[in-house]
């Protein structure tokens, strides 16, 4: 129950101010989002790949209002891609994007979200690494996956991000496997309304397996996105079944969630990469990390009344 009226607060302006300027929040943040500038999410690149893990980067931020804010995020990742350079990594830190961030909800957003995400994955390419277009709330995706297949002319490496939990999916995981794109299928983080998306927990896991089954035996490089020990488990059988190597497909976690069971996966030679966001518009973000397990909020809560 607790669920949904989170992520209902996640798209709230009154709750954003309260929250964010709630002095105890900080420290419960920084768990899920270790840093807020380039130089404090460097030594955790670095950290990650001495212990044998790959990331995807996301630069924080989304549901901004001016085209000169959606440029400001370009260049956070401009920046980013700098950094990365440096370091050479090439694809053991590539980028994740959210193209509400580049200006997809503004008048004429489409455009400008592909305006400002191509420069990105232009300069990630130079680099050797590459970019993942994540998937936001349904009624983005058509555009969502129209710049992604524009993007994939110049850089087929270009990834996206499926959603189980919607109905639309398992005829978007057909065409993306046949186009043998980079794909990672999650459960899906947003409050979807019931004519568009399952509701139940179980009918979402179900229809995870029978998408991740598409991708497996399709043409595409599946990444499996989840802390789910079952899925994981499926996600083995599946590639095994498929006949794919170690390095035909991918685990993905996100950053501070279950970091055993990161290094436990990257102990058995699998591809694990963690999802590491940092900055500092971070509200959304960190609410659909509270919504996904209502004990964050009671951890959040009572570190608010016990300091
Ligand atoms: P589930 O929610 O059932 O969790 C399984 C177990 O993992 C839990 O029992 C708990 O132990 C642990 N766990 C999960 N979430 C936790 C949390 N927040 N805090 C503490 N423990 C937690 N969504 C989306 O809509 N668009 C996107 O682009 C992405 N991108 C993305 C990238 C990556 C790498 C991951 C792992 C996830 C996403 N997501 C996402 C989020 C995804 O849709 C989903 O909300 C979360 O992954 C939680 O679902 P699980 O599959 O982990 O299962």
Redesign the pocket.
Known sequence: MLGPVILAASRSDKMRKLVSAAPVTKPVVNR?IPGETVDQVVPIVEEAVGKGLEL?LDVVGEDITTPEQAAHARDAYLELIERLGDLGHGTKAEM?V?LSMFGQALEGGHELALANVRPVVEAAAAIGTTV??????HTTLDSMFAIHEELRKDFPQTGC?I???LFRTEADARRLAANGSRV?I?????KEPAEVAYQD?SEI?KA?VRILKILMEGEGYP?I?????R?IAIGQELARRAGRKLDEYEF???Y???SEEHLRLAAEGHRM???TAYGTDWYGYFM??????P??LLFFVRSMITK
């Open positions: 899920f995807t994740s959210k993942t277009l994540d998937a936001e709330d991000v959603q189980a939990y990672r999650v459960k899906g983080a947003y927990k896991d995870y990444m996105g989840s802390h789910d020990p899925l993905q976690m996100l501070g969630i279950r990469r963690v999802y659909r990390r509270l919504a996904e397990k004990a964050n």
